[in-house]
């Protein structure tokens, strides 16, 4: 017998191989009368059978033999094959590779074990697949890359192979991770005009601080280096420093391999003055409104976020006339003579086209009617740019949502057709807190509060309330459809039952309320809604101990039980750019609520103004206005139980919670028919945490009051006067719920008063 063996390492070397081998035992050409196939396990003979060059009746030579070697060891399925000539019987004998049973790690604390296997598995290395040296080799340089992008240098890893029954083996990496590289310097060299720290404190990345287990800003990270470089040369550019340049940026590591040293060189270069503006292209004889969007502004030195604004700004309004491919550019044409640049807008509209299909991706939960309801431009219809950014935008404000983008493709083989694709990712969209505490005012209570803002995915909000204090219960059932009407008019149901009371002892006055109402709220503009509705209120003053005057005059006028059917107006505008950590923009909101029929007849209104400027990077300033405002109608007594409270969080930081305004003999608050708060406040970076908007420092100036019927803002006495304070808080968005932590001195008090330097208030998000 005579035969053919090769062992295949590599392509070249197994060609080698075969070559010297059919030298050494050549055979005779002669015609296959039968191929057979031994040793395999898990292959099927069909995958052998298509992959060799020779069938049954070919004329076989050695050449046709090196050639199914090459074949079958390409496959990547066998460590060994031969090639046996028996007769004219063809015998192919393979040893498979064993395959991956299992892939496991040891000493993994920077990484879920997932994330590994899903790493691996990029590079082809998996359970069930198939396993050989070369692939080992790039499984731990794949591992190595993802803890060094991980800052982790040090990390060390050591593979495991343990064979088992069935040709299977066992993979085990073991890992000493060490400890993460720190950067321990950040220098930028060749800056002349604006100083090295200055540059530096734009960076996210730094050279660590002590909260820095926190923020791991001290940890590199390429994609953060260029992040923060991005960030200097936009400083520069936005600064007239039209021809800036990072020459090249070195990073070091130590040879201990846990300390990073960044080294920037940069070229300023020199300052230059916008000139003027030209225009040329084709503007669709409507140069004047282009013009009316430009905000560069000549004799000004150059800034590269104007430029780019204005010819976002052209190229959406293209947009709104359809022309979905218009490009617009900004070419500088420089006179270094004088350091002036003068910028030639060139404008090429293309083509029309509309919007043939849109699509909704990353909506896990989220149904596809909740965001599509919330488009202005429709398919089928011509493009849009003013329709598809309210649309992004109305998308954006649901709140369901962590990001939100819109891309625009070309349809193949259409000329004047593009697909919109909405891509969301989808965050946690409810709250939930639990409580519980004893005092000896208000005894053993557990609270309970549930909000879902996009139950089951429905983009209908539910909200429970539950609190079983003996001095305080409470339980509340609220509901919204936001589309309650394909016009998109909302409806909001609520229930409540309500019982307060100053003390836990049983022998002391309470307040029972129950009732319903019904709101509605009709948009009227994208950014603008009205609210109106109506209710019924059932109200019981319970008589015992320490029943302020204020409410038994009211009960021996109207009874202990009082009714109500109050209607309600309202109007809401929210232009901030975020509702748990707002930067910029202004919320508004006021309320109206009229009960004519019934035994309590009043007007109760509300009106709030928050602000939100941002000065900068790091700091912004916060404004916020809360005026409450309350009548008797009919000639009867305010219902007392509709008083306005202040003091607190929310209100004037610093005193009691519902602390300000009048008292009665037993000094229980009894709040007042009047109300308003003023807050101003600076919110800063929190040291050592760098430029982290999820915790941040906030200097603060709180006034506000409290006053009776009649009375003005603000009144003169002591127990209606402007209570003020000052102090500092901090505010982190926290892995378990926004929380505000605030100290508080007060700067104009009375005595009385009950103070309360520390407040906070934290929530639970799911």
Known sequence: MQFIRSQWCLATAAASLVFVAGAAWAVSPFTVRDIRIEGLQRVEPGTVFISVPVRVGDVYNDEKGSAAIRALFGLGLFKDVRIEVNGDVLVIVVEERPTVAEVDFVGTVEFDKDVLKKALRDVGLAD??????????????????????????????????????????????????????????????????????????????????????????????????????????????????????VESTQVAILPNKSDIAITINITEGERFIVSGIKLEGNYLDKNDEFKSLITIRPGHAYNADEVAKTTKAFSDYFGNFGYAFA?????????????????????????????????????????????????????????????????????????????????????????????????????????????????????????????????FGSGNSLGVQLNTSKVNRVVVFNTTDPYFTPDGVSRTLDFYYRTSSPYQDQNYYQLQTSG???????????????????????????????????????????????????????????????????????????????????????????????????LSKQFTAAFNGEFGWGKAAANRLFPVFKNFYGGGLGSVRGFEQSSLGPKDVSGSSVGGTRKMNLNAELLTPFPGAGNDRTLRMY?????????????????????????????????????????????????????GDRIQPVQFQIGTTF
């Open 128 to 245: 069930g697949r198939p396993f050989d040296k070369a692939q080992l080799d790039r499984a731990e340089q794949e591992l190595k890359r993802q803890y060094i992008n991980r800052s982790l240098y040090a990390a060390e890893i050591v593979a495991t192979v343990t064979p088992i029954e069935r040709n299977r083996v066992n993979l085990t990496f073991t890992v000493v991770e060490g400890e993460p590289a720190q950067i321990n310097e950040i220098r930028i060299v060749g800056n002349k005009v604006f100083k090295e720290s200055t540059l530096r404190n734009l960076f996210d990345l730094d050279t660590g601080g002590w909260l820095s287990w926190y923020t791991k800003a001290n940890r590199y990270s390429r994609a953060k280096l260029n992040a923060d470089i991005e960030t200097m040369r936009s400083y520069y550019l936005t600064r007239g420093y039209l021809e800036f340049k």
């Open 516 to 614: 319903g109402s019904l709101r509605f709220g009709v948009p009227f503009t994208e950014t603008d809604t009205v609210y109106f509705g109506g209710g019924v209120e059932r109200t019981t003053i319970v008589p015992g101990t320490s029943l302020p005057l204020s409410y038994l005059d009211y009960a021996n006028e109207y009874g202990y039980d009082s009714s109500a059917y109050p209607l309600t107006v309202g109007w809401g505008r929210d232009r901030r750019d975020s509702a748990m950590a707002p930067n910029s923009g202004v919320l508004q909101r006021a309320n109206a609520e009229l009960s004519v029929v019934g035994d309590a007849r009043y007007l109760r209104a509300t009106y709030q103004y928050q602000e939100f400027i941002p």
């Open 699 to 751: 200097a603060f100036m709180d006034a506000g009051m409290v006053g009776g019927e009649g009375a003005n803002l603000p009144i003169n006495n002591n127990a209606n006067s402007l209570r003020a304070s000052a102090g500092v808080g901090i505010s982190w968005i926290s892995p378990v719920g926004p929380l505000r932590l605030a100290f508080s001195k007060p700067i104009q008090k009375f005595d």
């Open 327 to 455: 490009r617009v550019e900004a070419r500088p044409e420089i006179d270094r003579s004088n350091n002036s640049v003068a910028l030639v807008l060139q404008a090429n509209p293309s083509r029309r086209a509309y919007v043939r299909k849109i699509n909704v991706a990353g909506n896990n939960r989220t149904r596809d009617v909740v965001v599509r309801r919330e488009f202005r431009q429709l398919e089928a219809s011509w493009y849009d740019g003013d329709k598809i950014k309210a649309s992004r935008d109305r998308v954006d404000r649901l709140g369901y949502f962590g990001d939100v983008n819109i891309e625009t493709q070309e349809v193949p083989g259409s000329q004047d057709q593009v697909d919109l694709t909405l891509s969301v990712i989808e965050k946690p969209t409810g709250s939930l807190s639990l409580g519980a505490g004893y005092s000896s005012g208000e005894g053993l209570g557990l609270s309970f509060g549930l909000k879902q803002e996009n139950a």
